[in-house]
């Protein structure tokens, strides 16, 4: 039987969930792999930020290819991948692990853009966009805290730690094909037949400015983008990851014999404290200034700060406490950014599209967070991880400096001088009613 319509949304968030899961369960085994391995930390930094080489193209392809070959379609295919690569991660060499890592990244990209649309239109008209934009959210996040979490216990407490939490991974990928064989399509048909017709044959949307609408990625090029938001971007995954991947294993010797659960359990502190700090940049933001952005980016400073406090105390206790507060700023510069992206945007997509927007391509540019740990790695032999780590706090003094100095320039507001039709209409409803009225996540 089908799932019911009350249902239904859930197996999509399913499939969301556990994309995620595959693309954070590296965090606890990269402390298994330093344990039972000669790879150089170096190297296990750069098997974990591989996964970005996978992941951008995910995020710029992923909307396209549901768009052209249906959400269903798209979103099964990238799990039978994820599936595949975590069977590859198993496998005990490095070029295995760096494959694995790279198959990940993209699958986890295509479900993010095509699983989230899928979700959406799943949970039916009657459901708030904003609530259905919620429910991705939390899947995402869940997906993300509980990868590190179960790769942790798996690996700390069964044998095969290197193995039998990939493995995990898999089972689970398989078990929501199973629970996702039987939801329907939801791509507008005709609007994609039309799409893929015109760019197959060099019709009206292949042509000179008539490709992807402009509406659809004019946030990126607007100087607020390049001035406000670009500044704060790579602090999004940058906080997180030195939260977790960077940190735990600088007190590894503080916590024998449970290195792996320590690593996945402050995986999960951070990426569950950034999930609930996330709508409170709702409350921060304002529409005459970047407040919610500067905020977020002195909570990221703060927690780098303490980072360094704690790299250079060796304790466990300012690791967790930094964890949090880096989780916090990582919640609070992703959700002040969506909104700002939110208010360049000159018309609104349609709801149903899931190509290439101003929102994916802002999280692409959050995702050069990913190599933090690999220039922090590289970079370890000259300085130590506190004083690299206050150098990182003194650069986002910096960009902080670029982003307050331009917090109430290049406003969007009264750039719409021509009445809206109906197609922007609610657009330009959302940038007449109060900045809390939005969520910060909402795409």
């Not at 790879?39 to 193209?57: D, E, I, Q």
């Not at 993300?144 to 493995?167: K, Y």
């Not at 402009?214 to 997180?240: K, M």
Request: glycine share 10%; charged share 15%; proline share 9%.
């Amino acid at each position: 039987m089908p799932p019911s319509r009350t249902a239904r949304w859930l197996p999509a968030a399913a499939a969301v969930a556990v994309a995620a899961w595959g693309a954070n369960q590296f965090t606890a085994l990269a402390t298994v792999y330093r344990a039972r391995t000669d790879w150089s930390a170096l190297s296990l930094s750069a098997m974990f930020s591989v996964y970005l080489v996978g992941l951008v193209p995910g995020l710029l392809l992923g909307g396209p290819a549901a768009d052209r070959y249906g959400r269903r379609r798209t979103v099964r295919g990238a799990l039978g991948l994820s599936a595949a690569a975590s069977v590859v991660l198993a496998l005990p060499d490095e070029p295995s692990v760096y494959a694995a890592r790279l198959a990940t990244g993209f699958a986890a990209g295509l479900v993010f853009l095509a699983g989230t649309a899928w979700l959406r239109e799943l949970s039916g008209p009657a459901v708030p966009p904003e609530r259905a934009a919620r429910r991705a959210m939390y899947a995402t996040g869940t997906g993300f805290a509980a990868g590190a979490l179960a790769s942790g216990v798996l690996a700390e407490w069964l044998p095969g730690p290197t193995v039998l939490p990939a493995l995990a991974h898999a089972l689970g990928c398989l078990l929501v094909l199973r629970g996702t064989r039987r939801l329907p399509e939801t791509k507008p048909e005709a609007r994609a037949g039309v799409r893929a017709g015109t760019r197959a044959a060099g019709g009206p949307e292949s042509a000179p400015g008539r490709g992807t609408p402009p509406h659809r990625t004019a946030a990126v090029r607007h100087p607020r983008f390049r001035y406000v938001v670009l500044p704060a971007s790579p602090a999004v995954l940058g906080a997180a990851t030195v939260a977790y991947v960077v940190l735990p294993p600088l007190v590894a010797d503080r916590v024998p014999g449970y290195a792996p659960l320590f690593s996945g359990l402050v995986a999960a502190l951070t990426l569950a404290t950034g999930v609930v700090a996330q709508p409170f940049a709702a409350r921060l933001d304002d529409a005459d200034s970047a407040r919610a952005t500067l905020t977020a980016m002195a909570t990221v400073i703060a927690g780098l700060l303490l980072g360094a406090v704690a790299a250079a105390r060796d304790s466990v206790g300012l690791v967790v406490a930094a964890a949090v507060v880096l989780g916090t700023g990582y919640g609070l510069t992703l959700g002040a950014g969506l909104h700002e992206v939110e208010r360049l945007t000159r018309h609104a997509p349609d709801p149903r599209a899931s190509g290439p927007t101003s929102a994916s391509l802002y999280q692409s540019t959050t995702s050069s967070g990913f190599l933090t740990p690999l220039l922090l790695a590289g970079t370890a032999g000259h300085a130590s991880y506190p004083a690299l780590l206050a150098g990182m706090a003194a650069v986002g003094l910096l960009c902080l400096a670029v982003t307050a100095a331009h917090s109430r320039r290049h406003l969007p507001a009264g750039e719409h001088p021509e009445p809206p039709t109906r197609e922007d209409a609610s657009v330009q409803s959302v940038a007449s009613t109060p900045p809390r009225s939005r969520p910060p996540w909402a795409e």
